[in-house]
């Protein structure tokens, strides 16, 4: 995903946002981590259709005791390395973070303009013709 994100319009992406937001909300509430989400083509409506799936696990004392350890080393390992076990509030924040970048906006027409104007090859051959910057 990060190297082949999927493009979508400025009202999917915020929808999708807004989604992925409450329900990652209501899943670190109750200390759930371990998600996934699941996307699919509905080729009739031309849709995505997506969901939060997976083998959804609560973050009960041996998911602590389990981050705790392989943070220490205790049991070999490199010492202070990133633990493969986080808390549901860090799950939630890395997801997140890799949903925003999986889903891209491409602007539509109502989207505001955010390129900045350019100068076309005609007015850079004017500005040549009549003394400009342009150089030879």
Not at 16 to 28: C, G, Y
Not at 38 to 66: A, C, N, P, S
């Amino acid at each position: 995903m990060p190297t082949s994100p999927i493009f979508v319009g400025n009202k999917a992406k915020r929808l999708l946002e807004r989604a992925v937001w409450n329900d990652t909300a209501f899943l670190a509430s109750i200390d759930v981590m371990d998600y996934s989400l699941l996307v699919g083509v509905d080729e009739e409506k031309h849709e995505l259709v997506l969901g939060i799936i997976d083998f959804m696990r609560q973050y009960t004392w041996d998911k602590h005791l389990e981050t705790w350890v392989k943070a220490s080393g205790i049991l070999g390992g490199p010492k202070n390395a990133s633990p493969t076990v986080i808390s549901p509030k860090q799950y939630k924040k890395r997801f997140r973070k890799a949903m925003s970048t999986y889903f891209l906006m491409v602007p539509d027409q109502w989207s505001p303009p955010t390129i900045i104007p350019y100068k076309s090859q005609t007015d850079l051959c004017e500005e040549d013709t009549q003394g400009g910057t342009m150089a030879e």
